[in-house]
C-alpha cells in the first residue's frame, strides 16, 4: 500500500507570508505526528494527533503555528506570518494504534525556505 | 524527559569494516528505542527498534543494535559496511503509552570510502 505522502515537497516563501503543509498518512493509521528537521535544532517533534482525542501541542515552538486533521485521515500544517527561521524540512509520520507496534512511518517531508 | 546523545556527528569508515554508531539515552521511565536512517532527500526510515524482550535485535541491511539498560545505551553496529550505507542515521527514544512521541539524538553521518 501507499506510503505516508507530504505535499508539497518543496515551498518556498516570503517572510510575513503564511503556508500550509498537507500530510497524508496510511490508511488505517490513527496516530498522526509532525516534526520539523533544521540544522540549528536538529528533528523535533511539533504535535500529534490521535483519533478524535485533542491534540498535544506540545512541541509547536510559537502561536504562528497551528495544525488540525480532518476526518481522522489528512492534516494540515500551518504557520503564519512565516519567519527565516521557520525554514525547515517539515515531516509527518503515521502509526498505526494497537497490536503492539510502535513504528511510526515518515513520509518524505517538505522543505520550506522563507526568504 | 527523555533525551538523546549520539557520540560523533560523522564517522568515516572503510567498505568492509565494522561500524559503530553511538547512542546513550536518559528516561525517567523505561523506554522504547530506535535507529532510522535518512537519505539524502528523503524521510526517515526505521532500521530497527527495541521495545521489550530480547536485547540485542536484528534490523534491515544488516544492522543490529543492543539495549544495554546499565549502560543506558542502544548502540548500533553492522560487521562490514557497503558503500550504499552512507547515509545519515538517528537514535531516538520515546515513553509507551505517553503518545510516543519519538525524541531524536542529533544524528551521525555515515561515510564510507572505498
Known amino acids: 500500500g501507499a506510503g505516508v505522502s507530504q505535499s508539497p515537497s518543496n515551498k518556498v516563501t516570503e517572510k510575513g507570508k503564511d503556508v500550509e503543509l498537507r500530510c497524508d498518512p496510511i490508511?488505517?493509521?490513527?496516530?498522526l505526528y509532525w516534526y520539523r528537521q533544521s540544522l540549528g535544532q536538529g528533528l523535533e517533534f511539533l504535535i500529534y494527533?490521535?483519533?478524535?482525542?485533542?491534540?498535544?501541542k506540545s512541541g509547536l515552538p510559537s502561536d504562528r503555528f497551528s495544525a488540525e486533521r480532518t476526518g481522522g485521515s489528512v492534516s494540515t500544517l500551518t504557520i503564519q506570518r512565516t519567519q527565516q527561521e521557520d525554514s525547515a524540512v517539515y515531516l509527518c509520520?503515521?502509526?498505526?494504534?494497537?497490536?503492539?507496534?510502535?513504528?511510526?512511518?515518515f513520509g518524505p517531508g517538505t522543505r520550506l525556505t522563507v526568504l | 524527559a527523555q533525551s538523546v546523545t549520539q557520540l560523533g556527528s560523522h564517522v568515516s569508515v572503510s567498505e568492509g569494516a565494522l561500524v559503530l554508531l553511538r547512542c546513550n539515552y536518559s528516561s525517567s521511565v523505561p523506554p522504547y528505542l530506535f535507529w532510522y536512517v535518512q537519505y539524502p532527500n528523503q524521510g526517515l526510515q526505521l532500521l530497527l527498534k527495541?521495545?521489550?524482550?530480547?536485547?540485542l535485535v536484528k534490523g534491515i541491511n544488516g544492522f543490529e543494535a543492543e539495549f544495554k539498560k546499565s549502560e543506558t545505551s542502544f548502540h548500533l553496529t553492522k560487521p562490514s559496511a557497503h558503500m550504499s550505507d552512507a547515509a545519515e542515521y538517528f537514535c531516538?527514544?520515546?515513553?509507551?503509552?505517553?503518545?510516543?512521541?519519538?525524541?531524536f539524538g542529533g544524528g551521525t553521518r555515515l561515510m564510507v570510502k572505498p
Open positions: 494527533f490521535q483519533g478524535n482525542s485533542a491534540p498535544d
Open positions: 531516538a527514544v520515546s515513553v509507551p503509552k505517553a503518545g510516543n512521541m519519538l525524541t
Open positions: 490508511s488505517g493509521h490513527t496516530a
Open positions: 527495541y521495545t521489550t524482550g530480547a536485547t
Open positions: 509520520a503515521s502509526r498505526i494504534m494497537g497490536g503492539g507496534t510502535d513504528t511510526q512511518y
